[in-house]
């Protein structure tokens, strides 16, 4: 009860914020430090009708998949309120510091930019590298049992917004 609670608490002050003051384009990584050829998805999530999407520059990282897209709708006291997110799985081509240039989307008329993103991809360990799960020139992903896609943890991941 306490986390219903809590939840109405943040969420509702935050769509009634966007209903009144406009529309976001938020930017949400899985994690900011990877190992070269470790899987970061990459979210765009929009607020509002959106009618065109800038893609960032990924040049530094090599992506595995996307652009995917979905959208949700919410209905509030008879207000229609849509989300679009777009996401990438990308993974760092070599070890440095990198910077996921801010998207832009035209959200109800408006253009509207995302925060940059700072992505800190060094060398695996020696006893990790011949793992296929992390080598990066290894296209068949399949040998893992285990889920390769991080799950947006709320804990784990980062998240800035842009408002208007």
Partial sequence: MFRFITTLLFVLPAVFFQTLFGQTLTVKVSQTKAIVGEEIRLSYIML????????????????????????SEIYMNGTQIRSYTIYYIITPKKEGTFTITGAAAIIEGKKIESEAVK???????????????????NNNYQQSNTNTIPQNNSNSGNTVAAAV
């Fill in 119 to 137: 992505i800190e991809a060094t060398e695996a360990p020696a006893q990790v590298q011949n793992n296929s799960k992390i080598n990066p020139y």
């Fill in 48 to 71: 509002g009708n959106s009618t065109e999407f800038t893609q960032p520059d990924l040049k530094a990282f090599r992506v595995l998949n996307g652009p995917n897209s979905s959208v």
